[in-house]
């Protein structure tokens, strides 16, 4: 996961220094220029709706646990005839966090100590500076992995070799007379 990004379309600081026993609830309703932003930003055509709830938890000494589901409707252009593609995302959101100095945060890297991941497991903690951390940022990088980075419409496939050229659609015509190629 990347570091998290506090120009986020969809930004909310949650001051950890004073959380409440049971956690800080948060609730972030993308509005339509919030959702015109993401979709600029990863690539959509567009984005019907978008919604994080999240919870924001202590976590052991001094992190913070982070857990919801952040909730989207958007429109992909299809990799094959570039036709809208509408899609639901719907993801867990679970992420912990460490101040930087935490001895936690360096667990097995003392030493040369060897660190065994699991591919398969949950991530290990990210790490943050200040009294603040943007649970809005971090509910989009999870947004944007669940993106499907090929989406295609129903039926649409690819030709393979030695095939004849599928049909053009409406939207290479239109590309192909604007550019004056016959």
């Known amino acids: 996961m990347k570091h998290i990004d506090p120009q986020s ?3 909310f600081r949650a001051n950890i220094a004073r959380l409440p026993h049971k956690g800080l609830p948060v ?3 993308a509005d339509a ?3 015109a932003a993401l979709a600029e930003e990863h690539g959509l055509l567009s984005v019907e709706a978008y919604r994080a709830e999240l919870l924001v938890t202590s976590w ?3 992190g913070v646990k982070v857990s ?3 909730e989207a409707d958007i429109t992909q252009a299809c990799i094959v005839t570039l036709d809208p593609v ?3 995302i719907d993801e867990p959101i679970e992420a912990l966090l460490l101040p930087e100095d ?3 945060g360096r667990q097995g890297f003392d030493d040369g100590g060897e660190i065994l991941l699991d591919a398969d497991g949950p991530d290990g903690p ?4 200040g009294d603040t951390i943007d649970v809005g940022a971090l509910a989009e990088q999870f947004f944007g992995l669940a993106i499907d980075p090929y989406p295609r419409k129903q039926g649409a496939s690819l030709s393979a070799g030695g095939e004849a050229e599928p049909a053009e659609n409406e939207f290479q015509q239109k590309l192909r007379s604007l550019l004056g190629k016959s």
């Open 9 to 11: 379309p969809v930004s």
């Open 27 to 29: 609730v972030i309703e």
């Open 33 to 35: 220029a919030q959702r």
């Open 60 to 62: 052991k000494r001094n």
């Open 68 to 70: 919801g589901r952040v």
């Open 86 to 88: 509408e899609a639901h």
């Open 102 to 104: 935490s001895k936690l």
């Open 126 to 129: 990210e790490t943050f500076s």
